[in-house]
């Protein structure tokens, strides 16, 4: 290509050629040959570079593979200890691949406290490898179980399980330190992208952590289709699983919330809610008879849900909602540079009762809930706060309870996708891969 080959991977990679963290196991880079370096780390480990989602069942999780100087390290990414969702996330490195004797690329495992050891990485194809611990071992603590089971609770939510007085939480911790720790670093990753984004969008799309109740924080995908909103888990649970899709937001049903002393009542603000899913549920319903004939079509000028649709003729329905947005409705508008006064109901439930007093805009949608081992899926309605581009929130009415969810500020290298329709490819193969 008439180009050397060590100008070749530093415009390729940029590379700090005495990386910080491993110095000491590989101190003489100024000796290394580019050649090697890309012909026998780079090019063949090409295509493990990006954002992989790991196969654990229905917690998922978050993995970057990136080049770091003259290694290729996969680092997991996690979210900050519950319920501190503005917190920054937490990085630990699961293997690591370099060229070390005879120049030949060696895979090594990171995982467990023993430090390094070997391990093998299997590319099955373009968007999916594997990874391999050969010397499992080293993930074993001299204490046993309860050791291993004490550190990974210390690491995974920052407190020891006397720390935690609800049992339904303590059963839900200990049944995710069973499921997750079978598989001793031994997983299969499937490509994943970050969404795209385009002017139209009310806030830039992008991945956020959320809190989920007993189960903790989890990372979540915003990304903008249209006129809405979808909240896609990119870890889980076992009610409710990575992959899914956890929020449905129409930003077409902007909610104009009451004053903060009606807006604590709980029942007022489930009142307005409810009754935009109703208006919902009857478009939804006409739709269906406009497709099953041509009669149902003509007639569906006519109201299908009078107590509703009487009301909607007047554009502002009796809670106070703006049921025909224009545009200008469905970009949120823009409020004053203060913003809408916001509080929590009474009696709503909240992890983290850190939250802004004021928002942008609220709409109308509905967040998937689920019994345990994802049975009984069903969509129930609730209230999309969006407080500012960092952070956004949702009331979920049948739960009673409030969910905050905070940006993740982390660059993720290598995550985009090639064109739009493998990122809706993407979304629609992540439910099948947990379903």
Not at 5 to 14: A, E, I, M, P, S
Not at 83 to 88: E, G, K, L, M
Not at 281 to 293: G, I, T, Y
């Amino acid at each position: 290509m008439g180009i050397a080959c060590r100008d070749l991977y530093v415009k390729r990679v940029n590379p700090r050629f005495r990386s910080r963290r491993f110095v000491k196991l590989f101190p003489d880079t100024a000796q290394v040959d580019y050649r090697d370096v890309y012909t026998r780390l780079l090019h063949p480990y090409r295509n493990i570079l990006g954002l992989w989602q790991p196969d654990i069942g229905p917690y998922g999780g978050l993995l970057n593979v990136v080049v770091d100087g003259l290694f290729i390290i996969g680092w997991m990414y996690l979210p900050p200890h519950d319920p501190r969702v503005n917190d920054s996330m937490r990085c630990k490195p699961l293997f690591r691949i370099h060229l070390w004797e005879k120049n030949k690329a060696e895979v090594e495992c990171m995982y467990g406290h023993k430090g390094s050891h070997k391990g093998d990485i299997q590319i099955v194809k373009k968007d999916e490898f594997s990874t391999k611990c050969n010397q499992t071992d080293f993930h074993r603590m001299s204490g046993g179980r309860q050791e291993e089971f004490r550190t990974w609770l210390a690491e995974e939510w920052g407190r020891t399980l006397e720390d935690i007085f609800h049992e339904h939480m303590q059963e839900l911790i200990l049944m995710k330190f069973i499921y997750t720790s079978q598989y001793d670093n031994c997983l299969t990753y499937r490509r994943i992208y970050l969404p795209p984004s385009s002017p139209e969008d009310l806030i830039p799309p992008g991945l956020f952590k959320g809190t989920y109740g007993s189960h903790g924080l989890e990372i979540v995908m915003l990304s903008f289709h249209g006129t809405h909103v979808k909240v896609t888990k990119i870890t889980g649970d076992p009610n409710v699983p990575a992959g899914q899709l956890t929020l449905h937001i129409d930003m077409t049903r902007r909610v104009h919330l009451p004053d903060i002393e009606h807006l604590q009542n709980f029942d007022k603000l489930s009142r307005i809610v409810l009754e935009i899913h109703q208006q919902v549920q009857c478009d939804q319903q006409n739709q269906e008879h406009c497709h099953a004939s041509t009669q149902h079509c003509l007639d569906s000028s006519q109201p299908a849900c009078n107590g509703v649709q009487e009301r909607q003729e007047q554009g502002v329905n009796a809670a106070g909602v703006d049921m025909q947005m224009d545009a200008e409705g469905a970009d949120a508008g823009e409020p004053g540079a203060a913003g809408l006064p916001f509080v929590l109901p009474v009696g709503v439930m909240a992890r983290n009762e850190v939250y802004p007093r004021t928002c942008r805009a609220c709409f109308y949608g509905t967040g998937l809930i689920a019994g345990h081992g994802f049975t009984s899926p069903e969509r129930t309605p609730g209230l999309f706060i969006l407080f500012n581009e960092q952070c956004f929130g949702f009331i979920w009415l049948d739960l009673k309870s409030f969910s905050l969810y905070s940006r993740i500020e982390d660059s993720l290298k290598n995550a985009q996708a090639p064109f739009r329709e493998a990122f809706e490819l993407m979304l629609k193969n992540m439910q099948s891969w947990t379903s």
